[in-house]
T-cell receptor
Framework: GDSVTQMEGPVTLSEEAFLTINCTYT??????LFWYVQYPGEGLQLLLK?????DKGSNKGFEATYRKETTSFHLEKGSVQVSDSAVYFC????????????FGQGTILTVHP | NAGVTQTPKFQVLKTGQSMTLQCAQD?????MSWYRQDPGMGLRLIHY???????DQGEVPNGYNVSRSTTEDFPLRLLSAAPSQTSVYFC????????????FGQGTRLTVV
């Protein structure tokens, strides 16, 4: 079946540091890939997505590129802010299991001033 | 727009009690789903629905029932609560599930004692 693996957390950074959160996936076919963010006390919201190989999703300074050759979708941001502190989830849809999102375990990011 | 509304936000149950978590969306989405979120495990799919009158099991369906009598509502029933069902529950909806954004409710934090 489909699976998503995220780097172990939590991640703690100082403001303006560079962020990378690794995500790799296993799926058949051509899944869509997503990054969702969960701020404290809230539900998940879509951060960015990519629907085919070599697509780059971007939003709020975050970027991720769909790499089929390495089955990866790493999240990056050049300069993080305190307000980016949240839990980040990598997810895929449209692989083996139609009609569901498969999530990674989530990475807790804390940014200090 | 209200988006996806879940009630209640918090609930404490005694072992063996039953209850229904409510979920409603006002976006006319065909796809709705229930996930549970546990530390270090990401979100796992409980049940999902591809339209009114159609439901199917997800990854962890045992102990839960669902029905979909209208496009808007997708309640999740706990038949006989167990401590292992202590979790945060999220309802989600989308136009489709493979290429488009899923919208999440704010979650229900359930504790079973």
């Amino acid at each position: 079946g489909d699976s998503v693996t995220q780097m172990e957390g939590p991640v703690t950074l100082s403001e303006e540091a560079f962020l990378t959160i690794n995500c790799t996936y296993t799926a058949t076919g051509y899944p869509s890939l997503f990054w969702y963010v969960q701020y404290p006390g809230e539900g998940l919201q879509l951060l960015l997505k990519a629907t085919k190989a070599d697509d780059k999703g971007s939003n709020k300074g975050f970027e991720a590129t769909y790499r089929k050759e390495t089955t990866s979708f790493h999240l990056e941001k050049g300069s993080v802010q305190v307000s980016d502190s949240a839990v980040y989830f990598c997810a895929l849809a449209g692989g083996t299991s139609y009609g569901k999102l498969t999530f990674g375990q989530g990475t807790i990011l804390t940014v200090h001033p | 727009n209200a988006g996806v509304t879940q009630t209640p936000k918090f609930q404490v149950l005694k072992t063996g009690q039953s209850m229904t978590l409510q979920c409603a969306q006002d976006m006319n989405h065909e796809y709705m789903s229930w996930y549970r979120q546990d530390p270090g495990m990401g979100l796992r799919l409980i049940h999902y629905s591809v339209g009114a009158g159609i439901t199917d099991q997800g990854e962890v369906p045992n102990g839960y029932n669902v029905s979909r009598s209208t496009t808007e509502d997708f309640p999740l029933r706990l038949l006989s609560a167990a401590p292992s069902q202590t979790s945060v529950y999220f309802c989600a909806s989308s136009l489709g599930m493979d290429r488009v954004e899923a919208f999440f409710g704010q979650g229900t934090r359930l504790t079973v004692v």
